[in-house]
Nanobody, 124 residues
Framework: QVQLVESGGGLVQPGGSLRLSCAAS????????MTWVRQRPGKEREPVAA????????HYADSVKGRFTVSRDNDKNTLYLQMNNLNPEDAAVYYCGAFTKWNDRWNLKKYDYWGLGTQVTVSS
């Protein structure tokens, strides 16, 4: 069956870095665009970084531009999110999601698959 499994979350101090991974199985990973989405306490899910299926096009939320980098390895069926210079506002559960039309990258209702998330805590 389809699975998206996030990992790499944890506790980090402000200014620190984390690298998240999302391992995909059960579907043709290279056929899907992918996005990292986060949900902060009491807030709705918000997309933060999207990448096209072959990794050429990328799109970032303004709040993470210059600090986060999304990448993927289609040979390993894995999506990544390198997060640098983290601040307390980045603390959230981070999910990966898969979708098929690039224009829908910020429309979460159009996504086909979701992972269960990994918690990121930013605190001193």
């Amino acid at each position: 069956q389809v699975q998206l499994v996030e990992s790499g979350g944890g506790l980090v101090q402000p200014g620190g870095s984390l690298r998240l991974s999302c391992a995909a199985s059960g579907f043709i990973f290279r056929a899907y665009h992918m996005t990292w989405v986060r949900q902060r306490p009491g807030k709705e899910r918000e997309p933060v970084a999207a990448i096209e299926n072959f990794g050429i096009g990328r799109h970032y939320a303004d709040s993470v531009k210059g600090r986060f980098t999304v990448s993927r390895d289609n040979d390993k069926n894995t999506l990544y999110l390198q997060m640098n210079n983290l601040n307390p506002e980045d603390a959230a559960v981070y999910y990966c999601g898969a979708f098929t039309k690039w224009n829908d990258r910020w429309n979460l209702k159009k996504y086909d698959y979701w992972g269960l998330g990994t918690q990121v805590t930013v605190s001193s």
